[in-house]
């Protein structure tokens, strides 16, 4: 054998041979170790029973998405002990999966959110609300460290590759709209007066959906101050008609809000009291009130906060509400009918906008109402109220007689209302406690 082709057998050699030891080291390599939200509860005996949960629902493999980000408040074992006792079972395995699922994924939400990133105020959880593409909310008391002041946050900030967890010392449950009230002491003056007026089981139902307008603890201050009055002092015959004019029988999340006016539960002469909404730039209520914070989502509803309370109104009091009707409230006032259309009543208003009303004022050749004198405008205005709270659907082909003992309406129904052949209604049925509205496009001139 020649040196040259030795020499050529032995880098084959070499050659084989440092292969063979690279295949060796890459077999050899350490995988990379997963440090998920479910390997550090894991890998924390305290967190055993919250693990257990997890897989019982599925969960876990959700919560160890190295793809995902959350924020998980996480129960010890002890609190999961002291669930298991207030709802009278053995084990997890007493409690139905989907609800134990739900209640674990009211302790996550979305995105990483440190201790540092945390604020007073609500949080969007993952878990389902009532209504399709809305999630429960959870209030987190910051001051206090509390969450829906039922569960106290005792550590924080354990990282994880795909998030954080906060420990907190009880399992938090998804809270009702009474729920809500309770949790949060901004609202503790409507959670007693809820309380006193017997509503809380209402507003408790799961069978039910509300929207609720509540008003927050200096709304009911402003309240008690201006009707020199405490809570103590009214009855529940007094406060369940207020309550209730703050709640709504739909889902109605402030993407939906549109201005105009919806019922409520609250009733007068057997109808639903009807609530102005303007909605602009931000939600106000009866022209005066004003949503501070929506979107609160209850198990059985939606609260949007808002800064004063709201009464039930008169007849009087739907035309003072709402800014076009400005005109009609100066003539009114003029004529001095307020006391009488506040009165007991019932009476059904044909209410002329401010742009009916400006019309008139063309056709007359004055400048407003106070060019008119008081006798003309007090019969113009009687002209315009029918006896009766009659709602759209009771109107008929025929004439009525109005507080104007000299002028009768001529109604037709065939399409839509028309009042003396062409005066429209063009807003119907606007409920209050003594009377129903008509919005109509032109004054009603004896």
Same mark, same amino acid.
Request: net charge negative; charged share 20%; proline share 3%.
């Given at each position: 054998m020649s040196f040259k082709l030795l020499a050529i057998l032995l880098m084959g050699v070499f050659v084989m041979a440092s292969c063979s030891e690279d295949d060796e080291d890459d077999n050899n390599v350490d995988p990379v170790e997963s440090n998920t939200i479910v390997d550090v509860a894991s890998s924390d005996d305290d967190f055993s029973i919250l693990v257990e949960a997890l897989i019982q629902t599925g969960l876990d493999d959700a919560l160890a998405n190295e793809n995902a980000s959350y924020t998980v408040f996480a129960p010890t074992n002890a609190a999961f002990a002291s669930l298991l006792t207030e709802l009278g079972v053995e084990s997890l395995e007493d409690?139905?999966?989907?609800?134990?699922?739900?209640?674990?994924?009211?302790?996550?939400?979305?995105?990483?959110?440190?201790?540092?990133?945390?604020?007073?105020?609500?949080?969007?959880?993952?878990?389902?609300?009532?209504?399709?593409?809305?999630?429960?909310?959870?209030?987190?008391?910051?001051?206090?460290?509390?969450?829906?002041?039922?569960?106290?946050? =005792?550590? #924080? /900030?354990?990282? $994880?590759? &795909? +998030?954080?967890? @906060?420990? !907190?010392?009880?399992? *938090?449950? %998804?809270?009702?709209?009474?729920?809500?009230?309770?949790?949060?002491?901004?609202?503790?003056?409507?959670?007693?007066?809820?309380?006193?007026?017997?509503?809380?089981?209402?507003?408790?139902?799961?069978?039910?959906?509300?929207?609720?307008?509540?008003?927050?603890?200096?709304?009911?201050?402003?309240?008690?101050?201006?009707?020199?009055?405490?809570?103590?002092?009214?009855?529940?015959?007094?406060?369940?008609?207020?309550?209730?004019?703050?709640?709504?029988?739909?889902?109605?999340?402030?993407?939906?809000?549109?201005?105009?006016?919806?019922?409520?539960?609250?009733?007068?002469?057997?109808?639903?009291?009807?609530?102005?909404?303007?909605?602009?730039?931000?939600?106000?209520?009866?022209?005066?009130?004003?949503? =501070?914070? #929506? /979107?609160?989502? $209850?198990? &059985? +509803?939606?609260? @949007?906060? !808002?800064?004063?309370? *709201?009464? %039930?109104?008169?007849?009087?009091?739907?035309?003072?509400?709402?800014?076009d009707f400005s005109h009609l409230v100066e003539a009114i006032v003029k004529a001095e009918l307020v006391e009488t259309l506040n009165g007991e009543g019932p009476f059904t208003v044909f209410a002329p906008t401010d742009a009916a009303f400006e019309a008139l004022f063309d056709a007359l050749g004055v400048s407003g109402v106070d060019e008119i004198d008081v006798a003309t405008l007090t019969d113009v205005l009687l002209a315009h109220v029918v006896s009766g709270n009659v709602v759209s659907g009771d109107l008929s082909n025929g004439t009525v007689p109005t507080l104007n003992s000299e002028k009768s309406l001529d109604i037709n129904v065939d399409n839509g209302v028309v009042i003396d052949g062409e005066i429209n209604v063009v807003l119907a049925d606007v409920q209050g406690t003594n009377g129903v509205v008509h919005v109509i496009d032109r004054v009603i001139v004896p």
């Amino acid at each position: 054998m020649s040196f040259k082709l030795l020499a050529i057998l032995l880098m084959g050699v070499f050659v084989m041979a440092s292969c063979s030891e690279d295949d060796e080291d890459d077999n050899n390599v350490d995988p990379v170790e997963s440090n998920t939200i479910v390997d550090v509860a894991s890998s924390d005996d305290d967190f055993s029973i919250l693990v257990e949960a997890l897989i019982q629902t599925g969960l876990d493999d959700a919560l160890a998405n190295e793809n995902a980000s959350y924020t998980v408040f996480a129960p010890t074992n002890a609190a999961f002990a002291s669930l298991l006792t207030e709802l009278g079972v053995e084990s997890l395995e007493d409690i139905p999966s989907e609800t134990l699922s739900a209640v674990l994924l009211y302790h996550v939400l979305d995105g990483e959110a440190t201790s540092s990133a945390v604020t007073t105020g609500y949080y969007s959880t993952l878990s389902a609300g009532p209504a399709e593409g809305y999630t429960l909310s959870m209030y987190i008391d910051m001051e206090e460290t509390e969450i829906n002041s039922r569960a106290s946050i =005792v550590d #924080t /900030d354990i990282m $994880a590759d &795909n +998030g954080v967890i @906060h420990v !907190i010392d009880k399992v *938090v449950l %998804p809270l009702s709209i009474t729920g809500h009230a309770v949790a949060n002491e901004g609202f503790s003056s409507l959670a007693a007066a809820v309380t006193k007026a017997d509503l809380a089981g209402t507003l408790d139902s799961d069978e039910v959906t509300f929207t609720v307008f509540a008003p927050v603890n200096a709304a009911f201050d402003e309240l008690f101050s201006n009707l020199g009055v405490t809570l103590d002092d009214l009855s529940a015959e007094d406060l369940s008609p207020i309550l209730l004019y703050h709640v709504v029988d739909a889902f109605v999340p402030a993407a939906e809000v549109v201005s105009g006016y919806v019922p409520t539960l609250s009733q007068g002469q057997e109808q639903s009291l009807s609530l102005q909404i303007s909605a602009g730039d931000g939600v106000m209520l009866n022209g005066s009130s004003n949503v =501070v914070v #929506t /979107d609160v989502v $209850a198990t &059985n +509803g939606i609260i @949007h906060a !808002i800064d004063e309370v *709201v009464l %039930p109104p008169t007849v009087v009091d739907l035309a003072l509400d709402n800014s076009d009707f400005s005109h009609l409230v100066e003539a009114i006032v003029k004529a001095e009918l307020v006391e009488t259309l506040n009165g007991e009543g019932p009476f059904t208003v044909f209410a002329p906008t401010d742009a009916a009303f400006e019309a008139l004022f063309d056709a007359l050749g004055v400048s407003g109402v106070d060019e008119i004198d008081v006798a003309t405008l007090t019969d113009v205005l009687l002209a315009h109220v029918v006896s009766g709270n009659v709602v759209s659907g009771d109107l008929s082909n025929g004439t009525v007689p109005t507080l104007n003992s000299e002028k009768s309406l001529d109604i037709n129904v065939d399409n839509g209302v028309v009042i003396d052949g062409e005066i429209n209604v063009v807003l119907a049925d606007v409920q209050g406690t003594n009377g129903v509205v008509h919005v109509i496009d032109r004054v009603i001139v004896p």
